[in-house]
């Protein structure tokens, strides 16, 4: 079987329409069926079983003018339009006519979902429709036309709520409030529609609020009360209201939370930024010291070199301290002892040593700097 299109299924109720004028539909073929091998479709929306004695009797007397339409799947036969009219082929039967053994039928060969759809596709021109049965419709109606794009490779173009409308003769908008209630209306509420308690709107109405609450207004309809779709909306918006109030409240506390947050995050970003920038303080200290020791050294690396080595001699004559020592000696024997407990001193020890040895070196340049200015002045007196 080929794949269909949307043209297809809206053709569908113009071609129906045609074939109660007098008109042959083309695709359809003829055929005579007992009326018994006619199948009912297993939900008939639009087409009440009424008045079928009357209509038995009318074609006793003028015959019977157009013929059942069927869908024929896999080999058994389904009425999309007709109903009543086989209904009275099968009275007049009943009646002892045998000439209603055999009646002419016209038929086409369909998949279930193109069944599914012409027979919801024709829908509207025969008789009047309920709230309930046209929300119920564009329930059928959507579950077909899925059906159809995933089994028989339908070819929907645009939004499938306005192929809907458009086949069932309502405004996408009307189509939308009654998917609201198929898919969001309690159980109870589709019930009042469906007796005619509820109108489509006080429906719509109902299904934005909770089940509960739903339960509770169709309860009031069933019992009598006039409960408007005015009334309905009121509730909802005033529901609606403090919901958007409680959201308000609760987007509050989170920016709140949030903003306590971000505080907290700026504390522990500034706290690290004043650690990263005492770490680089401390850094440039060290580098400073490195570059005073490196200088130190360089000036003073020939006499250190010859004094240390004299010191070294000294101290070495004795591993106790030695009151006739200088400083130099104290330096060695403090540098070895350093060394042989080298586990034991702490960075701490190393900068203080460091320190120390700074101070002498600047105790060292003000010494020299006494011994010049003094030479100056007894250069000065001399003159005088």
Not at 238 to 264: G, I, L, R, W
């Amino acid at each position: 079987m080929g794949k269909f299109g949307i043209n297809d299924i809206l053709s569908a109720k113009a071609k129906e329409k045609e074939m109660h004028t007098g008109s042959y539909a083309a695709g359809y073929k003829e055929i005579y069926l007992s009326p018994y091998e006619v199948k009912d479709a297993p939900e008939n929306t639009h087409q009440k079983l009424e008045n079928i004695e009357e209509l038995a009797d009318s074609f006793l007397t003028v015959g019977q003018e157009q013929p059942t339409v069927l869908a024929r799947i896999k080999g058994e036969y389904y009425i999309i339009d007709g109903h009543r009219r086989n209904a009275a082929n099968i009275l007049n039967l009943e009646r002892g006519h045998k000439e209603y053994k055999r009646v002419l039928y016209r038929y086409m060969e369909m998949s279930e979902a193109m069944y599914e759809l012409r027979l919801l596709a024709g829908n509207g021109y025969t008789q009047s429709l309920t709230a309930y049965e046209k929300t119920r419709l564009v329930e059928r109606t959507k579950a077909a036309l899925i059906r159809a794009k995933k089994e028989d490779g339908l070819e929907i173009q645009g939004k499938m709520r306005d192929l809907i409308a458009a086949m069932i003769g309502e405004s996408p908008t009307n189509v939308a409030r009654m998917e609201s209630i198929n898919n969001n209306a309690a159980p109870e509420v589709k019930e009042q529609l469906k007796s005619g308690n509820m109108g489509i709107t006080a429906a719509y109405e109902a299904a934005k609020l909770p089940k509960e609450e739903q339960k509770a207004i169709a309860d009031k309809v069933a019992a009598g009360e006039d409960i408007r779709a005015k009334e309905i909306a009121a509730k909802v918006a005033e529901k609606t209201a403090a919901e958007a109030a409680k959201e308000a409240e609760q987007a509050k506390a989170d920016f709140e939370k949030q903003k306590e947050e971000s505080e907290k995050e700026i504390e522990k970003a500034y706290r690290k930024e004043q650690e990263a920038e005492e770490k680089a303080k401390g850094a440039e200290e060290a580098a400073q010291h490195a570059k005073v020791l490196r200088e130190w050294v360089r000036e003073s690396v020939s006499a250190a070199t010859k004094a240390a080595a004299d010191a070294v001699l000294r101290v070495s004559d004795t591993d106790t301290p030695q009151k006739e020592w200088g400083n130099i000696e104290w330096v060695v024997f403090s540098a070895r002892e350093i060394m042989q407990q080298a586990d034991k001193v702490s960075e701490e020890d190393m900068y203080l040593l460091h320190e120390i040895m700074l101070r002498c070196q600047w105790n060292a340049k003000c010494g020299q700097a006494d011994n010049n200015e003094k030479a100056d002045m007894q250069q000065e007196n001399q003159a005088q």
